[in-house]
């Protein structure tokens, strides 16, 4: 969070380590054109891009805090035109560019001494006295917006975290030296906009820049709930008790058209063991729930049709992973360093949620096979726990049929007609479909290779 925003404890942050970001594409990725940052960053100031960063690189792990933001959310969305009189984007960028500039200041409180001191900045510093002028200007029609804004008699059932941000404006503008602040411009132009500039470096600086602050916080908020409105998203329910999730109609965000599937976790079944072909679907599914309960613990919007949730305190993906040769990291180790992750959460006491796709591809298959059913069955055991585990190793589900908390999904392709095609509909079991071989024939590879130089046709 920005050094004003509100003290955060560590209590409060679901954390997500780096490699999980770059997997959800949180923030730009190198391989994306868009980051769920861009997607959601509707702000319309610079500040208010900040602290929506902020925010996403720390989402809520507290059903309270969650909630808070939630009822904000909700009560922008509807509540939008109120939020339309807040000061604009030229206002705040202008205001703050005088308050953080290095200017002259006049700082004498007697008449005669200020007046001298008034024509003296005029007449030796032209351009700082027109800078001066100019930022008094927009920080003073920022007062008057923000006090109209306030004033609004709908703010009255402010809820969430826009009921603490409103309070401290109030609060804020109710300061002898800012209420004192005019309307509108009176005569002695200059001799007036000097005064009011020692009010605003001088003796309320740190006044103006908390009120600066408080409209980035409210601009990300509306950000949010704009974003939750434009896409269709549904605001989750957020419970307390053991760490479940369960979701009706879920699709990943920047899928378009993408085909909604249901999600279900608990502490009857902590594990979904997920299988099927390659090209079905299965990444797209473990990366739009990553996606959705990293957005849900935000406090906005989802991508989904209904969504229920208890928070976590971890959360981590495994998805994309890479061997490091300069750290001399082999790629299973790689894969054995991720889990030592997860397990070193577990060990702590986190609550944690996990999302893995096919782990332990940098071995045998009898390694893979042996390691996947030591991790799920353990996993299987941690309370307060879940786990999505997605694998082609689908022997592994004759073993894990007497684990109750290991639920089995799969995805299929259909190979009636010709090529194969894909529904991508999550369903109940394990896929017995093996296609390596299907595909690479639909692909000509053998073809290819048949119909080339061989060493025997050479001979000939």
Known sequence: MTAESPARSVSDTLVLDAHTLKDLEIFRPETAQMSLFDFCNLTRTAGGERVLRARMEQPFSSAERIKSTQA??????????????????????????????????????????????????????????????????????????????????????????????????????ARRKIMQIPEQEESGWAWTLLRLDQVFRLYEGQ??????????????????????????????????????????????????????????????????????????????????????????HLGMGVPAGRFVFVPAERLYSSLSLNDDLRGGISYFRAEALRIKAVAQSIADGYRVIAVMDEPFKGTNVKDALD???????????KMD???????HLIELSEQLSDTSQIDCRYFEADESEGRLRFDYLLRPGVSSQRLGMRVLREEGVFDLLDDGKDEGKEAS
């Open 207 to 296: 006044t103006i820049a908390r009120l600066l602050q408080l409209i980035y916080e409210i601009d990300a908020l509306v950000s949010m709930a704009d974003a939750t409105e434009k896409f269709g998203f549904v605001l989750p329910d957020v419970e307390q008790g053991p760490l479940r999730v369960q979701a009706e109609g879920l699709v990943h965000p920047f899928v378009e058209n993408s085909i909604a599937n249901p999600a279900q976790l608990d502490q009857n079944q902590r594990v979904l063991f997920l299988t099927g072909p390659n090209m079905a679907g299965k990444t797209t599914y473990l990366r739009a729930i990553a996606t959705a309960l990293y957005m849900a």
């Open 385 to 391: 726990c879940l786990f999505m585990f997605s694998s």
């Open 72 to 173: 904000a959310v909700s009560f922008i969305h509807g509540h939008r035109p109120l939020f339309d009189r807040l000061s604009s984007t030229y206002v705040c960028s202008r205001s703050e560019l005088y308050m953080r500039e290095v200017l002259p200041i006049v700082p004498q409180g007697n008449l005669l001494e200020f007046g001298f001191g008034v024509f003296s900045l005029w007449a030796n510093h032209s351009s700082h006295f027109n800078s001066i002028i100019r930022g008094v200007q927009f920080t003073r029609m920022l007062v008057r917006t923000l006090r109209e804004f306030v004033n609004q008699p709908e703010l009255s059932a402010v809820a969430g975290d826009l009921k603490s941000f409103v309070a401290e404006i109030h609060e804020l503008l």
């Open 371 to 381: 390691a996947s059913l030591a991790i799920l069955e353990r996993f299987a055991t």
